[in-house]
């Protein structure tokens, strides 16, 4: 290869000088990588806080402090010339540092322009571009873990992500269960690893696993592949709680008992939900956690915080869902449905005084069904966030609940999948089959149906 190439260029004068080219001693071909990034990026660039996520299978993304990119590879039918660019700065490897190799920046480009000539230093040659595309975090695996081991008041097994294999939840095999809950200390992750004690650590702290009461736990940020904004708001919408430095989602009868116990000491002691002191209901309700009669109040809230004055706004509409639930939950017969004139009754029984039941709100929360063995719609409990992220499991699931369903009904169990960057109508045209039909007035229904549903 020649040691240097000439170009002639035009000065900021206009005039035309002679650039030379020098090929460094360092220069090899794809030495280095060229990415691009937003503008807005250069500062999270600049803090350190660009950081590639995801393990030795998954797609490359790279994170920003509050965004999520893929990293696509862009080839070039030409090589490109990374140069020093004399009108800027320049990068100059230091040898004695060889793992942040050309990332010292200096200022010391020559530049002859008086001479009518200048010089500048080629360092390496690449054959295409990394370009970002943004996305929205990717949750399932967190999901996963986070649901298959709920909080119940107890300190329960640890579940061990697998990135080669399916869990397939509704034929889990014994293996699989005891392979969900396996030793996850040290000693036992040698005899699994099959390496030296030093080898083991590295490889631990290549996926950002942390040492939780003598048990190594991989980071959420390497399962859910976003930027920590993005971790910590799926977090708060799945109602997570943080119980000895790991993020937990709480078992729904432990959850519910520890808020009606809540509700109970708000009538009983006749307090204001809309300026409630934590200290007083803690105070009498001994039977729960500090931290879970907090996160309780926490997520039934306005707000989510206390106001100015450290006082908490009950929400009326999570708190008069929650009481729906907890009418369907309770019943004596054990069903998992309740016929609409009596849910209706009890749940306007159960409601504290200032509450009036509302059906409009059941929507993406509960499911109404029409049963002809009881002659009326049932109600059933169908909580859109606990529905599966891959959508054909989710749509699975809501047309094994109901055959048919109006663009209404289903559009709210598609919110959270909307968050996450799909359309409404590309979902419904894969995973569903739409019908039209006619009222008494002949006026056009679309409804849809499940595509495996065989054609009349």
């Not at 071909?29 to 950081?51: A, F, R, S, T, V």
């Not at 402090?65 to 490897?93: A, E, F, G, W």
């Not at 099959?194 to 590295?202: A, M, P, T, V």
């Amino acid at each position: 290869m020649a040691e240097k190439c000439t170009q002639l260029k035009h000065d900021s004068d206009g005039h035309v000088i002679e650039c030379n080219f020098i090929f460094t001693d360092t220069f090899d071909m794809n030495e280095l990588k060229c990415i691009e990034i937003e503008p807005e990026m250069l500062d999270d660039l600049k803090n350190g806080q660009l950081e590639i996520r995801g393990g030795a299978n998954d797609e490359t993304v790279l994170v920003s402090s509050n965004k999520s990119y893929l990293v696509r590879q862009h080839d070039s039918s030409n090589t490109i010339l990374l140069t020093s660019y004399n009108h800027t700065r320049r990068l100059h490897r230091d040898a004695n540092d060889k793992e942040n190799a050309y990332m010292h920046v200096m200022d010391d480009m020559e530049d002859n322009a008086d001479a009518g000539e200048c010089t500048e230093s080629v360092l390496s040659a690449i054959s295409c571009v990394y370009i970002l595309e943004q996305q929205p975090p990717r949750l399932n695996e967190l999901h996963d873990i986070l649901y298959q081991r709920p909080y119940t008041g107890a300190p329960t097994p640890a579940v061990t992500p697998f990135d080669d294999t399916e869990h397939d939840a509704e034929h889990d095999t014994d293996d699989h269960k005891q392979a969900a809950c396996i030793d996850l200390s040290f000693d036992s992750l040698k005899l699994l690893a099959q390496c030296s004690d030093e080898e083991l650590i590295h490889a631990l702290d290549e996926i950002d696993a942390i040492q939780i009461q003598n048990e190594w736990r991989v980071s959420l940020k390497l399962l859910a592949q976003c930027s920590d904004e993005e971790l910590t708001h799926a977090l708060d919408e799945i109602d997570a709680i943080q119980i000895q430095n790991e993020w937990r989602v709480i078992d729904e009868k432990y959850l519910s008992s520890c808020f009606q116990d809540v509700l109970y000491c708000v009538m009983e002691h006749s307090m204001d939900s809309k300026n409630l002191n934590i200290d007083d209901v803690t105070r009498n309700t001994a039977q729960f956690p500090h931290e879970m009669v907090v996160h309780c109040i926490r997520i039934h809230s306005v707000s989510r915080a206390p106001n100015e004055d450290g006082r908490w706004v009950l929400d009326e509409v999570k708190v008069s869902l929650f009481c729906a639930k907890q009418v369907i939950l309770q019943q004596s017969s054990g069903e998992e449905w309740m016929r609409h004139s009596q849910f209706m009754q009890e749940w306007s029984d159960s409601l504290p005084y200032e509450l009036t039941a509302d059906v409009a709100i059941l929507s993406g929360h509960f499911l109404s069904v029409y049963a002809k063995r009881c002659g009326e719609n049932v109600w059933y409990i169908l909580e859109e966030k606990e529905l599966s992220l891959k959508p054909k499991e989710r749509f699975q699931k809501l047309f094994a609940m109901k055959e048919q369903w109006n663009m209404q009904e289903i559009t709210p169990y598609m919110t959270t999948l909307i968050k996450t960057g799909y359309n409404v109508d590309k979902l419904l045209l894969k995973h569903a089959r739409m019908i039209r039909s006619k009222d008494d007035q002949g006026k056009e229904l679309k409804s849809y149906i499940s595509r495996t549903v065989k054609r009349k």
